[in-house]
T-cell receptor
Framework: DADVTQTPRNRITKTGKRIMLECSQT?????MYWYRQDPGLGLRLIYY???????NKGEISDGYSVSRQAQAKFSLSLESAIPNQTALYFC????????????FGDGTRLSIL | QKEVEQDPGPLSVPEGAIVSLNCTYS??????FMWYRQYSRKGPELLMY????GNKEDGRFTAQVDKSSKYISLFIRDSQPSDSATYLC?????????????FGAGTRLAVHP
């Protein structure tokens, strides 16, 4: 079983709809991240969380919100989806300590029509 | 100007070739340097992790960091078709004790038999 699981893997929806992407992890990590990946732009940080009560905005948080329901679960919401939010979305986790790398899920491919 | 620049490719090489992948960056505070490999429809997976300047070798892979030139490289020896993927460089500085990763856009590599 994957250590970082994202659901759904693919989603097509319409402009204006509310969408939730979910991430769960079995690594026991406190730190969790949401990124989006666009061609030519690489991965950009949307939100990150260092524990259930600590949530922080990344560089492109406008139009998104998050919820850290438990240490193992971190969800990303688009309250009213727009076409330029069409992208690949990745969740990542990281252990504490400066030399710990981030571990990624396999992503959600989101298309907004 | 982006903080991290990476040639998107694509780079096409014959099996057995030596591959050189590179990134340049502008932020002299970056101290941790990573290379991630991303196969199609999968999340990035950590390939190499280095701190500060110097070389690090792991099997067929060598990561090189030149902080004076703000330039990092990944060399792949005896390249194999299974190395065909997108390679992402990533960097971080210690900011308030939290390491936020800045990614390059990724270089697509194809190794043909």
């Amino acid at each position: 079983d994957a250590d970082v699981t994202q659901t759904p893997r693919n989603r097509i929806t319409k402009t204006g709809k509310r969408i939730m992407l979910e991430c769960s992890q079995t690594k026991g990590h406190d730190r969790m991240y949401w990124y989006r990946q666009d061609p030519g732009l690489g991965l950009r940080l949307i939100y990150y969380s260092f524990d259930v009560k600590d949530i922080n905005k990344g560089e492109i948080s406008d139009g998104y919100s998050v919820s850290r329901q438990a240490q193992a679960k971190f969800s990303l919401s688009l309250e009213s989806a727009i076409p330029n939010q069409t992208a690949l979305y990745f969740c990542a986790t990281r252990g504490t300590g400066n030399n710990q790398p981030q571990h990624f899920g396999d992503g959600t491919r989101l298309s907004i029509l | 100007q982006k903080e991290v620049e990476q040639d998107p490719g694509p780079l096409s090489v014959p099996e057995g070739a030596i591959v050189s992948l590179n990134c340049t960056y502008s932020n002299s505070a970056f101290q941790y340097f990573m290379w991630y490999r991303q196969y199609s429809r999968k999340g990035p997976e950590l390939l190499m992790y280095t701190y500060s300047s110097g070389n690090k070798e792991d099997g067929r892979f060598t990561a090189q960091v030149d902080k004076s030139s703000k330039y990092i490289s990944l060399f792949i020896r005896d390249s194999q078709p299974s190395d065909s993927a997108t390679y992402l460089c990533a960097m971080s500085e210690i900011s308030g004790g939290y390491n936020k990763l800045i990614f390059g856009a990724g270089t697509r590599l194809a190794v043909h038999p």
